[in-house]
């Protein structure tokens, strides 16, 4: 069974004009998807930007509303569940983003930044917080004290560890990538990804994987699905889609 199964996904953006604001189109960003993603599995998404990998992602996890169609996770259909079940089933499915701090307050500090998914979910009490904290970053190589440090102090290898160790924090089965490296330097990029198949393995973790780079998806997946203006145009095994090695 698969861990996740996305059927018919559409997600249109209206494009409004003048000063009534009136929808005049769509931007038709993921028009029509239907793939599956294996509990173990490192599933590539790639493609040229904008072909829409990211709405591909987010309106997966229920972060966007999705136009039309379904998202079973473990079978369960996500689209138009409550707010509350979908919070929980959430814990289970983490994003990775290219910069994690970008989107997040500047003047949290590390510690802060990985324990906020805890304190959302108000999984544990404060001693007990730290220690996972300190736990989590040493999971991802920060060991020392980094918690009470800032998100600016630390290079771009550094950031995406914490923002993996902040992923990690609710024990999830699922995490989609979404150009985790592409900010990175070569070699940066290399320890990155050798430490999310570490993770895999240690946590049996299913990953979804976006990148526009080919040679970076075709490191880390199994099977890789390529999209373009919205829909996926082929999908399949490594070694079927690409020529050998
Ligand atoms: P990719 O991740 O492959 O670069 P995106 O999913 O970010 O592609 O974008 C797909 C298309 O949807 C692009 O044309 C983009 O401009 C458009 N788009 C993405 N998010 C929004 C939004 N919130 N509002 C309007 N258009 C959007
Ligand atoms: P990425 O593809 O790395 O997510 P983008 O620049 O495509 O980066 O998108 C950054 C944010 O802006 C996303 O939240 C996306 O939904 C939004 N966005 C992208 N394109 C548009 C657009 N044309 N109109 C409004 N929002 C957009």
């Not at 040229?48 to 591909?56: R, W």
């Not at 970008?102 to 500090?109: I, K």
Request: glycine share 10%.
């Amino acid at each position: 069974q698969p861990l996740l199964e996305v059927r018919n996904l559409k997600k249109y953006f209206p494009i409004r004009k003048g000063i009534l604001n009136r929808t005049t189109g769509y931007v038709k960003a993921v028009d029509g998807l239907n793939f599956s993603i294996y509990p173990g599995e490192t599933l590539g998404l790639v493609g040229e930007s904008g072909c829409g990998k990211s709405t591909t992602g987010r309106t997966m996890l229920q972060l966007l509303k999705p136009t039309e169609g379904e998202v079973l996770y473990e079978g369960r259909n996500l689209v138009g569940l409550p707010f509350g079940e979908l919070r929980q089933i959430r814990k289970d499915m983490q994003m990775v983003f290219q910069d994690p701090f970008a989107s997040l307050d500047p003047r949290f500090t590390v510690g802060q930044l990985v324990s906020e998914p805890l304190d959302i979910h108000r999984v544990l009490q404060r001693k007990a917080k730290t220690r996972r904290v300190e736990e989590l970053l040493e999971v991802v190589g920060l060991s020392g004290h980094y918690a009470n440090r800032y998100g600016h102090e630390f290079s771009g290898g550094q950031r995406q560890r914490i923002g993996i160790a902040r992923a990690l924090a609710l024990n999830p089965k699922l995490i989609v990538a979404d150009e985790p490296v592409s900010a990175l330097d070569v070699s940066i990029q290399s320890q990155i990804i050798n430490l999310m198949q570490d993770l895999q393995e240690q946590f049996q973790l299913t990953y979804l994987f976006i990148a526009h780079d080919l040679s970076v998806v075709k490191h880390i997946s199994t099977r890789v699905g390529v999209m373009y203006l919205g829909r996926i145009v082929e999908l399949g095994a490594k070694r079927d889609l690409f020529d050998a090695p």
